[in-house]
Structures are given as C-alpha cells and as structure tokens.
C-alpha cells in the first residue's frame, strides 16, 4: 500500500514536471479571448444623455500639451527622420488610464480602473502618415521603470499597442485575422476594442494589442541566464534601417531578404549585449545556411532539427488565406528558445483582404512562396504536404466560409454605435472627391464609399479567395518538384 502511493505521488510530482517545463517552451496554448462574444450593454431610452457611455473599454491619454511624436519627416518625397519630442527623445512621458468595468456601461466620468504613466509615440510605417494615428504604449512607473498592468482581461504586461484601423474601413481586420489566428497557433496576440481620448478629444474605435514580446500569456520563452551569452529570442523582419539592433545575418548578406533586415526585438534594450546579438546572428545564420542548402531534404542534417514545420506552415496557410502579402517580408516576427525550435508569430493584418495601398491583390496567386525562409521550405514535399494537410483541415474549421462569414456579422452587429461614433470623426474618408494617396487605395477607384460596402468587400474577398485555393492549393507541390529543383537540391 506505502509502496502504492509513493508510486502515485511520483508519478504526479513527474507528470507536474513535465506541465511545468512544456509551458516554459512556448507549447502550451491558451483559450481565446473573442470579444465580441462579451454580453453586450445597450442603452435604454432613459439611459440615453449627452453624456459618453460604451460597451467598450475607454482609454484615456493626456499628454499635458505635449506634441506626440513620430510623425514623418519628408524631404523631397523621401522620408529622412521623424520627429521627436522637445527633449529630442522618440517618446513623451504622458498620463494613460482605461475605464473597464467588464461589466454594463462604461461612462467617460467613472473612475479610471487602471491608471499608470506612459512612454507613448506614434507608430507604423505608411500608417504613420494616416489622419488616425496608431501608437505604441509603455507603462511606466515615475522612475521611468516598467509598470506591467493587465487591460481588458488580457495579461499584465507594460507594452502595448493602440491600432488605430484607418485604411481598413471595415475596422476588423486585424480583430477577425488576429483571433482566428489565435485559434490555430500556439500564440497570436490578444486584442481588445476600445474607445480612445487624446487630451479630451474622441479619436474613435480602436484595437489595444498586445506587442510581440516575451511575458506571461504572450511568448513564453527563457529568460537568459545572467552573464551567460545564449538567450532566447525575437527577431523582426521588417524594412532595413528601420530596426535599431539589425543583424548581418546569412539571408542577409547573401541578398536573399531583399530590401528587408532583422532586428533583435528579444532580449531587449535593458538586456541586449554585443556576444548575446552575436550569438542570435550565428543562430540564425546556422538555420538559413541549412535551408539554403542541399541539405534543407536531408532527415539527419536538414531544416527540421531547427524549425517548427508545423508552425511555419498554419503561419503560410493564415497569411496565404487573408492575402497578407507583406508576411514573410515585413511585419515578420520569430521568436525561439533556447532549448526549442524556431516558430513565426502573426501579425499585422490591415493590408490583407485586398487592402493593400499601393496595388490591387486579387484572389488569385500565392506570395509567401516569395518570401524568405518561405522560399526555401516551399521546395521541400514535406512542407508543402503539411502545408495542403493543414489548408485542407481548417477549410472545415475555423477558415470555413460559414464561420468566417458569420464571425464578421457577429462582429459587426457586437461594435454596434462605436462604429457611427469612429465615422463621425474619420467619415469624411467615404467621399472620394477627398482623396489623395496617403488616406486612400490607389487608384481611388478601388476606395468604397460606405462603411457597409467595404464590410461587403472584405466578406466577398474571404470567400472568393476561399474558392480560389480550394481549386488551387495542390498546385503548390510543382515548387517542391525534383525538375524545378534539380540545380538547387541534388548534390
């Protein structure tokens, strides 16, 4: 009998183990949040006043007559810098506070239910030139230390993300892209509507996002041992000079990642060393080296022993399906443990759907195939089969026209009046006779002039893009044939 539940206890206390050490690798995956499905509060006629109230969380910024910065600077059509603050710093140390009562109401004279100082600039790339600005949020303490606090359910941390969709008139492509994403991968950011305040001026619906970083419910990967120069980390690829530690990386200095760069996003600036940088550049190197090889097929030395293949490929299906075509590119984040493979995370989805500002993107064709790293994989049949298996098992889930179709719906009906509220401030982007190329899609015929006719755009892309890789998707083992590889594969 003793013997019996010492076995038992071990087992237990083995089995705790193991739990313990699978959360610390960034496997384990979280409920999704899904906002819109929240119990909605609605005004009655006697509720009804001139005063603010909302279902959604309000954020109040109060920058105390300071000029945010981050606005281009642009100098003969190029942009050469953006502005700073008056201490010549990128940031302003402002007043942020949220007003969330989870539950009924929200009113623009409750007591704040979380209230913290803020290191906030505006950010983006072309978005920064959009009327409606988006910004990155730092909560911080008055010695200018981290001030990690919870918002609208979401967990405590001290970066976030204020989107302000702009370009994307439906307003939900990011929520609808990012949560359906959520529900695929081991991590997505959560996201949250809200309603923002700048110095007591409404400024209209916006998505508060967690930022790609390490934290609880966000990446959970290891800290770096203190002195010790191997670290976890998160790399970006995004537009070179843009990052502020960029790497010399194999993709890189071979010109396989065209105009694009990675930037070291984990550890961050407090932790960052020149061995540790040095480190996360052979590691990556050492990954891009074998999957520009001809070693990338081989079951002993290739690509697999270094890469998640399963993540990389639901992170193809998601930004195939959504027509994202900046992923792989821009906007690219991947993230790795020390003692874990390399997984990409999402992100950044106002281009998808047929968003794009420069050019139409119809629902035919394939980008990531394109795409570095990605334009490796794709020559590789066990990819591109996990690619199609994967394509072929969400088209009856969670990417299937009837679910996708009636999560916009639901969606739109949930933001109810905050969406009359958001059009009242930024409506006047409907009339075309106001167009010019930083606001709109190029040419202006490819702009709606109603909220309701670019949701309709929005659905009936999902569903002709839907139809068209249905038909389509099988094609993509052509790019892992021998006779298209025969000079790249074949030793």
């Known amino acids: 009998m003793k013997s019996k539940l010492i076995y038992t206890i071990t087992m ?11 959360q610390l690798n960034g496997e384990s995956k979280s409920i999704r949040v899904h906002q819109h499905r929240e119990k909605q509060w609605q005004a009655t006629n006697d509720e009804k006043s001139e005063e603010f109230k909302t279902h959604l969380p309000i954020v109040n910024i109060n920058t105390g007559g300071q000029k945010v910065p981050g606005t281009p600077i642009v100098e003969n059509g190029e942009t050469v810098g953006y502005e700073t603050a008056a201490d010549e710093l990128p940031r302003i140390t402002a007043s942020f506070s949220v007003i969330d009562q989870q539950k009924g109401a929200n009113n623009i004279t409750d007591k704040p239910t979380l209230s913290s100082l803020a290191e906030i600039s505006y950010r983006g790339n072309s978005s920064r030139f959009f009327d409606k ?25 001290d970066e976030w993300v204020l989107n302000g969709p702009f370009l994307d008139r439906t307003l939900m492509r990011n929520y609808v892209a990012l949560n359906i994403s959520g529900e695929i991968m081991d991590y997505a950011p959560n996201v949250r509507y809200c309603e923002v305040f700048l110095d007591g001026k409404y400024q209209g619906l916006y998505l508060l996002m967690e930022s790609v970083s390490r934290g609880e419910g966000r990446i ?3 800290k770096p041992d203190k002195n010790s120069t191997i670290t976890s980390y998160i790399v970006l690829w995004d537009r070179e000079g843009k990052g502020n530690e960029e790497l010399d990386n194999y993709a890189h200095y071979t010109y396989r990642s065209g105009i694009s760069a990675l930037d070291v996003r984990y550890p961050g600036l407090t ?21 520009y090889s001809y070693d990338l097929t081989d079951e002993k030395k290739g690509y697999t022993q270094y890469i998640d293949l399963n993540s990389f490929a639901e992170y193809f299906v998601i930004n195939e399906f959504f027509r994202n075509v900046d992923a792989g590119h821009y906007s690219t984040f991947y993230y790795k443990d020390v003692r874990g493979k390399l997984k990409p995370c999402v992100w950044d989805f106002n281009n998808g759907g047929d968003n794009y500002m420069e050019n139409a993107w119809n629902e035919a064709g394939f980008t990531m195939i394109n795409s570095p790293l990605f334009n490796a994989l794709i020559k590789d049949e066990k990819f591109v089969t996990a690619v199609i298996k994967r394509y072929k098992e969400l088209r009856k889930e969670t990417l299937s026209e009837a679910y996708l179709l009636s999560y916009i719906d639901e969606t739109n009906q949930w933001l109810g009046s905050s969406v009359d509220r958001n059009y009242k401030v930024w409506g006047y982007v409907f009339d075309l006779s106001n167009y010019n190329h930083m606001n709109y899609l190029t040419p202006v015929e490819r702009n709606y002039t109603s909220y309701e006719q670019s949701v309709k755009q929005l659905k009936d892309f999902l569903v002709a893009r839907g139809n068209w890789l249905d038909e389509h998707i099988n094609t993509l083992y052509q790019y892992s044939h021998e006779s298209k590889n025969i000079n790249d594969l074949v030793k």
């Open 12 to 22: 237990v206390f083995i089995i705790g183990i193991c739990v313990g050490l699978y």
């Open 133 to 157: 600005k988006s910004y990155s949020i730092h909560l911080v303490l008055e010695d200018g230390t981290e001030n990690k606090k919870g918002i609208a359910g979401m967990e405590p941390h």
């Open 220 to 222: 959970n990967i290891k």
């Open 271 to 291: 932790q960052i060393t020149e061995e540790r940088k040095e480190y996360i550049r052979k590691d990556i190197s050492k990954i891009e080296k074998v999957l």
